[in-house]
């Protein structure tokens, strides 16, 4: 069975503030992508890396997929409360439909 | 265009009774995914339909939940009879071929 585990679980911060998040795992995965779940709502995808060492900037956050492409982080450069909500990080294997989720940090970003 | 339509938004119930839970995927997304998402567990992967085929259920705890998907824009999930560890988020969620998923808003479901 293959896990995804995220780091940490919670993270309350101030606006302006920077922060990193992990998702790891002992298993390879084709491809990752990571979430942004709001309050009442699906999560909804912010983006997806497929090469080992990929690093793909969307604004302030920056996404990073190992080199093993066994994990992957989460970079968040002067965080607004705009920001918060849980971020999902999810694997995919070759020829698979099915993704697996780890259980999310949940972000709170404090005005 | 309208994403993915769940109904109802939330749903609360007695222990015993039956349940259904409803969503219309995007129009075109030819797979069709139900999840359950609780804070122990996270999102699990209940069924998947490809081309409104069940193609994998072993997600599906126990007999006492179905899924159909009669049609290409209607699928259902129920629940009967329910039980309070049922209680959970349940989303829909769709995709055209292989590519993004994208989930519908939920349906927040407790069991009393």
């Known amino acids: 069975t293959q896990l995804l585990e995220q780091s940490p679980q919670f993270l309350s911060i101030q606006e302006g503030e920077n922060l990193t998040v992990y998702c790891n795992s002992s298993s390879v995965f084709s491809s990752l992508q990571w979430y942004r779940q709001e309050p009442g709502e699906g999560p909804v995808l912010l983006v997806t890396?497929?090469?080992?060492?990929e690093v793909k900037k969307l604004k302030r956050l920056t996404f990073q997929f190992g080199d093993a492409r066994k994990d992957s982080s989460l970079h968040i450069t002067a965080a607004q409360p705009g920001d918060t909500g849980l971020y999902l990080c999810?694997?995919?294997?070759?020829?698979?439909?099915?993704?697996?989720f780890g259980k999310g940090t949940k972000l709170s970003v404090i005005p | 265009d309208a994403g993915v339509i769940q109904s109802p938004r939330h749903e609360v119930t007695e222990m015993g009774q039956e349940v259904t839970l409803r969503c219309k995927p995007i129009?075109?997304?030819?797979?069709l995914f139900w999840y359950r998402q609780t804070m122990m567990r996270g999102l699990e992967l209940l069924i998947y339909f490809n081309n409104n085929v069940p193609i994998d259920d072993s997600g599906m705890p126990e007999d006492r939940f179905s899924a159909k998907m009669p049609n290409a824009s209607f699928s259902t999930l129920k629940i009967q009879p329910s039980e309070p560890r049922d209680s959970a988020v349940y989303f829909c969620?769709?995709?055209?071929?292989?590519?993004?998923?994208?989930f519908g808003p939920g349906t927040r479901l407790t069991v009393l």
């Open positions: 999810a694997g995919a294997s070759a020829g698979s439909y099915q993704l697996t």
């Open positions: 890396v497929v090469t080992g060492g």
């Open positions: 969620a769709s995709r055209p071929g292989g590519g993004t998923q994208y």
């Open positions: 129009s075109g997304h030819n797979s």
